[in-house]
């Protein structure tokens, strides 16, 4: 064990935060859910991190990364969320699909899609959930037929993050007839394709941060499958693995948010009451435990380890710090805590916790309702009967 | 960068885990207190045998020269085992008090043992079969022959956990030392008892593991119930957020920062082991309520220990330290300094 930065990883800090410095945007962009604008403004800034080199470090160098350890990674998401960055609109491409393509793509596969994922020039959204399939994803019943070499995809996916504004999809459909877990494979659809309807989902704050999608016969290369046909239920479980352990959620950004948390606290310690002041520490704990994890489990896989349950433990710590956290902020906040950003009379300091608040709401719900993964933590983990 | 154990890390931790498995079942604990004996003395021996006295002790003194990190993988393996005989506060806590304080540590690493009544205790652990005790007279440090001080035992709710008001009164010959020491063994004596309740808490999963799987109700095993399942999945949870932290604070140089996680470590471990051997309880049903399973030998450790060496409150102070004070951000997990030695070492 050696917790210390080797010189190397401390300049790469430094490089990291100087391109920050330079690059990132001085006014924050409007979100990318609720206008085309906000979207867009995303997109191009992940195009400028792609031009400094900075879409996706951990990549490859020949697919648009810098073929970087995960330390490393961890430096830069600890930088960029430092350095107030904006939110990552192609977070289901660069974090959950593309480190799965990586393992099971072809080599034509990697050429066609990671690039212009890094680039930024196609954004991703997960076609996975389905009316009848949540918790139970083993349930999803869209289907896939075959028609030479192209696929006849159809059915009704939901929950689908940023799909309204997305160009591409990633979903998981069954050959007619299979049951349960066989025959299913991960297929690539554009969004934009004829026979794709995209209907927008409003939050409970009332913002379409997801989409419904119709798929009626809409035809795709059978070159658009991931893995083996009738394999997507590994496929998308090695997807699984990465969005709930690791890539998702990084532990800078609740590191960031209990700093943040911290001072608001100091600036209201007077008026609140003294319990808060535990849940205060509790939240910048929690955060740090997060980091010190998640570092732990890096080394681990640097060194040839592979994820396994963990995941699940993970899953369960960061959603549920992240809404114990924001809960905490607004118990501080007390009267203002219900002012939207629009009040004119609300303090500077309220900042984006009702935001912060909502979003983390969802933490425990998606990725694996965090019922489910305590079944698998009990099971998988310790060994429980099923 | 290498948040990872070394091989030879793991490999002490598996040998002290398999020697206490072997010599430190349930069996044994209530044969020691059937026979009223406070030590199993062929354990005992075997410990001294095996070199875990002086595991933090310098080579040069005898000892095996090991860190902090090495030492909370024992003190886990202890709390798994609950382990009677106070290896932990000997070897965790008095050896590298007496080594800093330049003490000829024979005996101490040949069988006997030191007690430490550290001011931030009330009472003195195992000090009547200790040959001698630290004692802290205003700042100073003492070491006192055992029969220099008179013994008032105050009986715990763990029955091995034997403690002591101390009459003693201090001299210049039993003077070794000044207060500096006393803050590093509070910090070495909050770290052990964090990798004890770390140990003790896994230990009560595993059993209520074992007990769920084989326990029927309903014609199934109750472990295969959710309400069963998640009750330890939760404690599971804690433990994995409770593991690094001690790791960390054991492997990290002395800081602000060090000295919160610390405290951090402590909290986080007595929050795991008390969520654990709650769980225990409740997963055992009635028979977790009984003197007959294990779980209440746990569970009174995990009591005892979470108040010891810093209550909650004191270690929650101790972290309100560092976070209302100290700059934060995701930058200074490890080291709060490293910004300002690139830019020394770029000049």
């Given amino acids: 064990m050696d917790l210390r930065y080797t010189p190397a990883e401390r300049a790469f800090r430094a490089e990291v935060r100087q391109w920050l410095s330079d690059h990132v945007p001085a006014e924050p962009f409007p979100d990318f859910d609720s206008s085309v604008e906000g979207f867009e403004a995303h997109r191009q800034w992940e195009r400028t991190l792609h031009a400094g080199g900075w879409g996706m470090v951990t990549w490859p160098v020949e697919y648009g990364g810098r073929g970087l350890d995960l330390i490393r990674w961890l430096i830069f998401e600890e930088e960029y969320y430092r350095a107030g960055a904006p939110l990552r609109v192609n977070q289901n491409g660069i974090f959950l699909l593309g480190p799965t393509l990586i393992d099971y793509g072809t080599p034509e596969q990697k050429a066609r899609f990671l690039p212009a994922m890094a680039a930024g020039d196609e954004i991703w959204a997960q076609a996975w959930s389905e009316p009848s399939a949540g918790s139970d994803l083993a349930g999803v019943r869209s289907t896939l037929g075959r028609d030479g070499d192209t696929y006849v995809l159809s059915g009704h996916k939901i929950w689908s993050s940023r799909a309204v504004h997305a160009d591409w999809a990633f979903g998981l459909f069954r050959e007619p007839g299979s049951e349960r877990h066989k025959g299913l494979s991960l297929v690539f659809f554009p969004l934009d394709a004829a026979g794709v309807t995209v209907q927008p989902i409003a939050r409970l704050d009332g913002k379409p941060v997801f989409a419904e999608l119709f798929l009626d016969e809409v035809r795709v290369p059978v070159a658009n499958r991931l893995g083996e046909e009738g394999q997507g239920w590994s496929v998308c479980m090695s997807t699984a693995g990465f969005e709930r352990g690791l890539m998702l959620r990084s532990p800078a950004r609740f590191q960031v948010a209990a700093a943040k948390l911290v001072e608001l606290y100091r600036g209201r310690a007077d008026s609140v009451e003294p319990e808060i002041r535990a849940r205060v520490l509790q939240a910048w704990m929690d955060a740090d435990a997060y980091a010190l994890s998640i570092y732990a489990t890096a080394s681990r896989l640097m060194a040839g380890g592979t994820i396994g349950p963990e995941t699940s433990t993970n899953k369960i710590f960061w959603s549920e710090l992240d809404l114990d956290l924001h809960k905490t902020a607004l118990a501080i906040l007390g009267a203002e805590a219900e002012l939207t950003g629009a009040a004119p009379d609300a303090s500077v300091d309220i900042g984006d916790w009702l935001d912060g608040y909502i979003f983390s709401l969802a933490g425990p719900i998606y990725a694996g309702a965090n019922e489910i993964q305590r079944n698998i933590i009990a099971e998988r983990m310790l060994g429980m009967p099923r | ?347």
Avoid at chain 2, 42 to 56: H, K, Y
Avoid at chain 2, 90 to 99: D, I, N, S, T
Avoid at chain 2, 310 to 339: C, K, N
């Fill in chain 2, 1 to 347: 960068m290498d948040f990872r154990l070394s091989d030879e890390q793991q490999m002490l931790a598996e040998m002290v885990g398999q020697m206490l498995a072997e010599t430190c079942t349930g069996a044994d604990l209530r044969r020691l207190l059937d026979g009223g004996e406070p030590r199993d003395a062929a354990r005992w021996e075997q410990i001294v045998a095996l070199g875990l006295p002086g595991t933090m002790a310098p080579e040069t003194a005898g000892g095996s020269g090991l860190g902090a990190v090495e030492m909370a993988l024992i003190a886990t393996a202890c709390g798994y085992a609950a382990l009677p005989e106070p290896l932990v506060e000997h070897a965790g806590v008095a050896v590298p008090l007496l080594a800093a304080a330049g003490i000829d540590l024979g005996p101490a690493l040949s069988g006997s043992t030191v007690a430490v009544g550290h001011p931030v205790n009330p009472f003195v652990a195992d000090a009547d079969t200790a040959d001698a005790l630290l004692l802290a007279d205003r700042d100073a440090v003492h070491l006192v022959p055992r029969e220099q001080v008179t013994l008032v035992h105050q009986p715990s709710i763990d029955p091995f956990r034997r403690l002591f008001r101390v009459e003693w009164a201090a001299s210049p010959q039993t003077r070794i030392g000044v207060g500096a020491l006393w803050q590093e063994t509070l910090d070495r004596g909050a770290l052990s008892a964090a990798a004890q309740l770390l140990g003790l808490a896994q230990r009560s999963v595993d059993l209520s593991v074992a007990y769920a799987s084989d326990r029927q109700q309903f014609g199934k095993p109750i472990g295969s119930f959710q309400a069963v399942k998640h009750h330890l999945a939760n404690a599971q949870v804690k433990i994995e957020f409770a593991r690094p932290v001690i790791l960390a604070a054991a492997a990290m140089p002395p800081s602000p920062l060090a000295r919160a996680r610390i405290s951090h470590a402590k909290l986080a471990a007595t929050a795991a082991a008390e969520t654990a051997t709650h769980a225990a309880v409740q997963v055992h049903g009635a028979m977790g309520y009984s003197w007959e399973v294990d779980v209440h030998f746990l569970l009174k450790r995990s009591l005892a220990l979470a108040q010891a060496w810093g209550t909650p409150a004191f270690h929650r102070a101790r972290v309100a330290e560092h976070v209302l004070s100290a700059p934060l951000g995701a930058d200074r997990t490890f080291d709060a300094g490293q910004i300002e030695e690139i830019h020394r070492e770029a000049a």
